[in-house]
T-cell receptor, first 115, second 109 residues
């Protein structure tokens, strides 16, 4: 099993640019989560999907952030326009149906720096 | 709103000593997770606790859950340097996990 795959691993870009983060969940997992981790705010849930459908996006900071999951094997998190305060590590995680009681499996994260 | 509080946030201990990390949460939940994160790395699942009185052990780590007290503990026995990491508890409600701030553990020789 390849695990959750995120790309890119590192992204440095200038303020105002569009940033797209990508995630491939573990095959067969029904849930996909996007998190942001910073020293100041810790680990924050941004949005999560169940069977490709967004369930809760209340953690998305503002309209500049959007996430999609066009199919079971791919999701994107987009920031447009980006701002320096968006600098953080963004994690994608996936899990099987909660009835099976599985923990979340995290990707290696994307380290985003907005200059 | 669910609140998850861990303490201590920072813990420095000597090898061979025992210690306990606490995770308190504010709302009834049917499951709790413990994760480990090494510096610059991702989060790795350690334990899944599902019911009141649940106890799980892996090596020198033991986790327990008291749903009535809304408290989980992570007990470290005879700490070794390899256990140095940040430990997070996460409380799940209807598929959505809320994480504590993490406890950064440093084990010194």
């Amino acid at each position: 099993d390849a695990g959750v795959i995120q790309s890119p691993r590192h992204e440095v870009t200038e303020m105002g640019q569009e940033v797209t983060l990508r995630c491939k969940p573990i095959s067969g997992h029904d849930y996909l989560f996007w998190y942001r981790q910073t020293m100041m705010r810790g680990l924050e849930l941004l949005i999560y999907f169940n069977n490709n459908v967004p369930i809760d996006d209340s953690g998305m900071p503002e309209d500049r952030f959007s996430a999609k999951m066009p199919n079971a094997s791919f999701s994107t998190l987009k920031i447009q326009p980006s701002e320096p305060r968006d600098s953080a590590v963004y994690f994608c995680a996936s899990s099987q149906d909660r009835g099976r009681v599985q923990p979340q499996h995290f990707g290696d994260g994307t380290r985003l720096s907005i200059l | 709103e669910l609140k998850v509080e861990q303490n201590p946030l920072f813990l420095s201990m000597q090898e061979g000593k025992n210690y306990t990390i606490y995770c308190n949460y504010s709302t009834t939940s049917d499951r709790l997770y413990w994760y480990r994160q090494d510096p610059g790395k991702s989060l790795e699942s350690l334990f899944v606790l599902l019911s009141n009185g649940a106890v799980k052990q892996e090596g020198r780590l033991m986790a327990s859950l008291d749903t009535k007290a809304r408290l989980s503990t992570l007990h470290i026995t005879a700490a070794v340097h390899d256990l140095s990491a940040t430990y997070f508890c996460a409380v799940d409600i209807e598929g959505k996990s809320t994480f504590g701030d993490g406890t950064t553990l440093t084990v010194k020789p």
